[in-house]
């Protein structure tokens, strides 16, 4: 009984020895640029037949979580460094890196546009969390839509008690200090389903918001903003 007792615990010390060689690249301390533009122009026809022209479209970005892979679960057993935010705080278990806001984003700016440092560890993630909103105010739009001979301007905000949090939006990646986080915004995907003609569109809105194409997030690896 005592060789196959050993041959198992030679095999855990080698799995054990793995995971502290993997140490200098999955789980050390990290920060990587967080860059926003918009993937949508300010013109667009929404699904209701509406030609949109927006002037202005804001969205305050409160915290954006990176979130580790979970296919790690032996290295959990091990010791693994502490990563921590900016500031100095832990960030919460599962959590790979995190950028705190509040951060006001341009909603149509199509350039690339570098909006912070996030901090955490090296590794694999597998999706990010966002939390929108400063206070209960998420997101502003202002512009005209027309159809036919009817022309409805507006100027609305999205007010959301709390905020808004977008959970589980995807990312297959394995994020380090050479890369770029990217968040692409598609305002048109916000007010797609809006019927301008009952000069309401806080519901299509605050539904349009959560649409998954309204918020897609990739690792570039060359860097991100130019």
Same mark, same amino acid.
Not at 43 to 48: G, H, L
């Given at each position: 009984?005592? !060789?196959?007792? =050993? ?6 010390? +080698? ?17 990587? $640029? ?7 122009? $300010? ?10 022209? +927006?002037? %202005? ?17 032996? *290295?959990? +057993?091990?010791?693994?460094?502490? *990563? ?5 705080? =832990? ?13 006001? +984003?341009?909603?149509? #700016?199509?350039?690339?546009? %570098? ?6 560890? =090296?590794?694999?993630? @597998? =999706? ?28 609305? %905000? ?13 990312? #297959?990646?394995?994020?380090? %200090? ?13 007010? #797609?389903?809006? !019927? ?13 918001? @959560? ?8 690792? #570039? ?6």
């Amino acid at each position: 009984m005592r !060789r196959p007792l =050993a041959v198992l615990s030679i095999a855990l010390s +080698l799995v054990a020895l793995s995971f502290v060689a993997c140490a200098g690249t999955s789980g050390r301390t990290v920060t990587f $640029p967080v860059v926003a533009r918009a993937s949508a122009g $300010p013109t667009f026809t929404t699904s209701t037949g509406w030609d949109v022209a +927006l002037d %202005e479209a804001f969205v305050t970005l409160r915290a954006l979580r990176v979130l580790a892979a979970d296919d790690e679960p032996l *290295a959990r +057993l091990l010791f693994v460094p502490v *990563a921590r935010a900016h500031g100095g705080h =832990a960030l919460a278990r599962g959590v790979r890196a995190e950028l705190l806001g509040p951060i006001d +984003l341009d909603a149509l #700016d199509p350039e690339p546009v %570098e909006i912070g440092i996030a901090h955490g560890s =090296a590794g694999p993630a @597998r =999706a990010i969390d966002l939390e929108l909103g400063e206070s209960d105010l998420v997101a502003r739009v202002r512009g005209v839509a027309r159809r036919g001979d009817q022309e409805v301007s507006f100027d609305d %905000e999205l007010v959301v008690p709390g905020g808004l949090r977008l959970e589980g939006l995807p990312l #297959d990646a394995t994020v380090d %200090e050479l890369g770029a986080l990217q968040v692409s915004i598609a305002v048109d995907r916000w007010l #797609d389903q809006a !019927r301008f003609e009952d000069d309401a569109i806080a519901l299509a809105w605050s539904l349009g918001v @959560r649409d998954a194409r309204a918020f897609v997030v990739i690792w #570039d690896e060359t860097g991100g903003a130019e």
